[in-house]
Nanobody, 126 residues
Framework: QVQLVESGGGLVQAGGSLRLSCAAS????????MGWFRQAPGKEREFVAA????????HYAGSVRGRFTISRDNAKNMVFLQMNSLKPEDTAVYYC???????????????????WGQGTQVTVSS
């Protein structure tokens, strides 16, 4: 069972940047697609970004494409989310998640994320 811990959240002004990190323990992330999700107050959790187990492809929600970049460092067992040009509507708790299936080669939109971290708060002021 993998344990995921997010960090890097905080308060930032609109137009600013943050870099979120997700550290894994208990199991290697190598071989597993990874994703970032977010949940704003009163809203359902939504997909933000995903990266293939190999790092060779990524997938983004339309609302963040061009502003956010997901990356991974398998040697460090970590995943990152670089967030630029932040907007107040990006305010949410951000979670990282691991795919349940190893070496999944289908579309990232179809990955089955089943292991979740505790989340890190991102607040963007206008």
């Amino acid at each position: 069972q993998v344990q995921l811990v997010e960090s890097g959240g905080g308060l930032v002004q609109a137009g600013g940047s943050l870099r979120l990190s997700c550290a894994a323990s208990g199991r290697t992330l190598r071989g597993y697609a990874m994703g970032w999700f977010r949940q704003a107050p009163g809203k359902e959790r939504e997909f933000v970004a995903a990266i293939k187990w190999s790092g060779s492809s990524t997938h983004y929600a339309g609302s963040v494409r061009g502003r956010f970049t997901i990356s991974r460092d398998n040697a460090k067992n970590m995943v990152f989310l670089q967030m630029n040009s932040l907007k107040p509507e990006d305010t949410a708790v951000y979670y990282c998640a691991a795919d349940r299936t190893s070496y999944y080669n289908g579309p990232l939109a179809g990955a089955d994320f089943g292991s979740w971290g505790q989340g890190t708060q991102v607040t963007v002021s206008s």
